[in-house]
């Protein structure tokens, strides 16, 4: 009796050790595999006269590293300013991530400069947070039916990139205290250091970029979880802020209401504020409203990543527990990018009025309504 019971449970406890094995064998080549995701993951088609630079062209000490990233540059016929746009500082923020894509693949500079960095921490895009469940891509459909898919990574560089992280991150410029892990956050390494950490060395990257380049204006996309309370808004640094305050006007007029925030001075490390302390750059970070990213949401999946609609935080509104306007954000993955979108035109047209003959004209970026209307994949190419 003893004995047969005894083999029993050895039999389980095998069974046990099988499964937990393939179990580890799979969910490990599904995790290898966001590091290599073949040629058709994150491809992008630059519109015409975009030249493809990496950042380590203004940063050596990035050549050849994880952290090293794609910028693409394009300049029109008439001279004037220069604008940078990132988009993916934080890679599980996705609409951030594709508005960068669709100006990429839609912008016709007339008039300055514009550079793009769409995928600005590359070593962020390898992975997706322990527990959080999140689908590793999402696509769209082009007009002609081709599928144009993109990884959803994280907020942080891979630990395989950067491990460990110390228990408290003091940042290097101002000696503030942070967790750790945001050591790994390119949104907390700025202005970064040379021969820091891989994050830090980034942040330093791009710093030189916008020295070196003297740019004007520089633009970081991000988004946040809907209980936040910055969202659908334009974050500006100080001497951003008069621009900014036009801009918020036009954005009225144009139906798209955006909340003005000043940037908290005293938070360090931040990519705009960074840039705006430490050099003659006019900074900016938006903020659009994902859901996919919320600690309140229920299932976690593509449909939720694209159409923003969850059950959890309409329960959560409808008890009046969110404390936001949850009602009139702009939820569908068409609108926040569309929100992105067009903020950037705005602010490059406006340009010129706060910075005379640095004016900077982009065409053929899609109008909000237009984008909004027809998604995203009509906006890519094949
Ligand atoms: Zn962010």
Wanted: glycine share 8%; net charge negative.
């Amino acid at each position: 009796m003893f004995e047969k019971r005894y083999l029993g449970s050895r039999f389980t406890a095998s069974l046990m050790l099988v499964a937990a094995i393939a179990i580890t064998a799979v969910s490990g080549l599904s995790y290898m595999k966001m590091r290599e995701p073949g040629p058709d993951i994150d491809r992008v088609v630059p519109h015409a006269g975009f030249e493809h630079k990496r950042l380590s062209d203004w940063f050596e000490g990035l050549a050849g590293t994880p952290a090293d990233t794609d910028i693409y540059v394009q300049e029109g016929a008439e001279p004037g300013g220069t604008v940078l746009i990132l988009g993916g500082t934080h890679a599980n923020e996705p609409a951030g991530v594709i508005a960068a894509v669709v100006m990429l693949e839609q912008a016709d500079v007339k008039r300055g400069r514009l550079m793009i960095a769409p995928y600005a921490n590359p070593m962020a895009r390898t992975h997706t947070f322990p527990q959080d469940a999140h689908p590793q891509t999402f696509s769209f459909r082009t007009p002609n039916g081709v599928t144009r898919a993109f990884r959803y990574g994280a907020r942080i560089t891979n630990p395989v990139n950067e491990w460990p992280n110390p228990d408290i991150y003091i940042h290097p410029e101002s000696g503030q205290t942070m967790a750790g892990i945001e050591r790994s956050n390119l949104n907390r390494a700025h202005p970064g250091v040379a021969d820091g950490g891989a994050t830090e060395r980034l942040a330093y990257g791009f710093m030189e970029l916008i020295k070196q380049e003297k740019v004007d204006l520089a633009i970081d996309l991000h988004e946040a979880s809907p209980e936040y309370p910055v969202v659908d808004a334009l974050v500006a640094h100080e001497r951003a802020m008069e621009l900014a305050a036009m801009v918020t006007m036009e954005l009225e007029f144009e139906g798209v209401p955006i909340r003005l925030e000043p940037s908290p001075k005293n938070l360090r490390g931040l990519n705009h504020r960074e840039w705006g302390d430490n050099a003659d750059v006019l900074a900016v970070l938006l903020e659009t409203c994902n859901a996919s990213a919320g600690r309140f949401r229920g299932r976690t999946d593509e449909a939720l990543i694209l159409t923003g609609e969850d059950k959890a935080y309409e329960k959560a509104a409808g008890l009046g527990r969110l404390y936001v306007p949850w009602e009139s954000f702009d939820k569908r993955f068409e609108e926040r990018v569309a929100r992105h979108v067009t903020t950037v035109r705005l602010l490059a047209d406006n340009l010129e009025f706060v910075r005379e003959g640095k004016g900077v004209t982009v065409e053929g970026l899609p109008a909000y309504q237009e984008l909004s209307d027809l998604g995203v994949g009509a906006f890519l190419s094949d």
